[in-house]
């Protein structure tokens, strides 16, 4: 290890830097995070540096470099253009045995800096001990996606119980079990909500053995299907999961993302073919989390978008069971921005409107008067069965045959293929180019703006809307 991770408090300690201009000022902001106390030397500074020392955050002295300005400094800086300087600041540190740094020049740091994930007063320092900052900076923002922001609250309320815990358990084997109890248990998706005194009075709760393990169901939307589509929240509450309840919309490869000694259990949901009655799905939910476990119910795009996610959230509810809620990227979204198809256009959509093509068994139709007026979009999910009949109603209520249409299946993933055309042959399109489930039809000018900007997927099948239908097949 060429470098030793340690963290220090400055505290007001007296940190030297050498240099005025914009690298001293970012170095002077670090240590002022740190609460440390700033000395900076150079014969001018940067306007920001000279409105610090107005506000006495820091003590410029408008001079130039000489060895005995280090005397009494913990720590040194030297953030100048010139070599000379810099070289002269680095042996005055080391032959007065002070830390030193000199700004992009690694054999001449006695300590460097590493890149930081923050989330107070969890820090943790990488460092690739200045062969490859951008490497170190890459796993950072990986991290950053990883780590939670809740952990910074979670670790201060836990701080604030370590004394009474150590009143509790005398010996540090009760302790650390206790704490893994508490990390495992409720208090922390309390604290992730931002119930603070919910969490703390649970963690006094268990602190005085008055607390059942509690369960919990994660209702999770995981977008259309690229796995870079989840949010930061979904892929945490994945990988926290004892079970993972999903339905068939849900791609391998975010299913790939979930815990990897998580039980999977796929409750289906195929149209025609529901291989878990809703029903069994709702009281399996509320089972699993009676059982004390954390549950992911993983639904296709977003989990309150046709998704059945009301129905099971209310039947939570009913049972008492607590749950969180995280929305995907709807289909309509994913699809059509993949698809270069923007869902409103000044020019040619003001509204657009969320429909389905499967109703209720016994459902009522849908309002056809509504949704054939012009100047607006239509994202029909679930309509490729049905889609003579969407056709037929649209154009009986005025909407124009020769409207735009694109049919994207399999939107966002790597086999995304886009088929446009025209209202009027809506249905032969579907059928000419053998549609598979899942795909979503976007109805209105918009449409025809796939050719101007569509991006995504290589294999993406387009078909003029403008050319007969025998071209297309
Ligand atoms: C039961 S609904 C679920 C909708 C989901 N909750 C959402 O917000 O996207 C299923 C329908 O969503 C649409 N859909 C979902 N994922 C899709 C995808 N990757 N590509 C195209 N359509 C998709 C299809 O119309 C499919 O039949």
């Avoid at 909500?193 to 703390?200: E, F, L, M, N, Y």
């Avoid at 209202?423 to 039809?441: F, K, V």
């Amino acid at each position: 290890m060429q470098y030793l991770p340690i963290f220090t408090k400055l505290d007001n300690k007296p940190v030297l830097i050498i240099g005025g201009g914009e690298v001293a000022l970012r170095k002077c902001r670090a240590f002022l995070q740190a609460r440390g106390r700033v000395t900076l030397v150079a014969p001018e500074f940067c306007h920001e540096l000279l409105e610090m020392a107005q506000e006495k955050t820091v003590t410029l002295v408008h001079d130039y470099f000489s060895p005995e300005q280090l005397d009494g400094q913990m720590l040194v800086i030297a953030a100048t253009d010139l070599n000379a300087v810099n070289e002269a600041v680095f042996n005055a540190a080391n032959e007065r045995n002070i830390f030193v740094n000199v700004v992009d020049d690694q054999p001449k740091c006695s300590f460097i800096f590493p890149s930081i994930v923050d989330r107070n007063p969890i820090t943790i320092a990488i460092s690739s001990a200045g062969t490859a900052p951008v490497l170190a900076r890459r796993l950072r923002e990986k991290l950053e996606t990883l780590i939670p922001q809740h952990i910074g609250p979670l670790a201060e309320l836990v701080g604030s119980f370590r004394h009474k815990v150590k009143q509790r358990f005398k010996q540090f084997s009760d302790r650390r079990q206790f704490w893994e109890s508490v990390f495992d248990s409720q208090v922390v998706s309390k604290v992730q909500t931002g119930d603070i005194d919910a969490a703390s009075a649970q963690l006094d709760a268990m602190l005085n053995n008055t607390v059942e393990p509690e369960g919990e169901v994660y209702v999770i939307g995981a977008g259309p299907g690229d796995p870079e589509l989840l949010t930061l929240k979904a892929l945490q509450l994945m990988q926290q999961a004892d079970v993972v309840v999903y339905d068939y919309l849900v791609s391998d490869e975010i299913m790939e993302l979930v815990r990897r000694d998580a039980d999977l259990i796929c409750v289906g949901k195929r149209m025609g073919n529901h291989s878990v009655e809703q029903h069994d799905t709702n009281q399996l939910l509320v089972r699993l989390a009676k059982e004390g476990k954390k549950v992911c119910r993983i639904k296709g795009g977003d989990p309150f978008i046709y998704g059945r996610g009301g129905e099971e959230v209310q039947v939570l509810v009913a049972n008492h069971v607590n749950y969180q809620i995280v929305p995907g990227i709807t289909a309509a979204a994913g699809c059509a921005a993949y698809a270069g198809i923007p869902l409103t256009h000044r020019d040619h959509a003001q509204a657009i409107q969320f429909v389905t093509g499967h109703c209720k068994k016994d459902g009522q139709d849908l309002d056809w008067r509504s949704l054939a007026q012009p100047h607006q979009t239509l994202a029909v999910y679930m309509g490729v069965v049905k889609s003579p009949h969407i056709q037929a109603k649209l154009i009986e209520h005025g909407r124009a045959a020769t409207t735009p249409v694109a049919i994207v299946e399999n939107g966002t993933r790597k086999n995304q293929r886009v088929v446009t055309g025209q209202l009027g042959s809506l249905a032969e399109l579907i059928e000419h180019n053998n549609i598979q489930s899942p795909a979503l039809l976007i109805i209105g000018e918009v449409a025809q703006l796939h050719h101007e900007l569509a991006w995504f997927g290589k294999q993406s099948q387009t078909s003029s809307f403008a050319q007969p239908l025998t071209d297309i097949a």
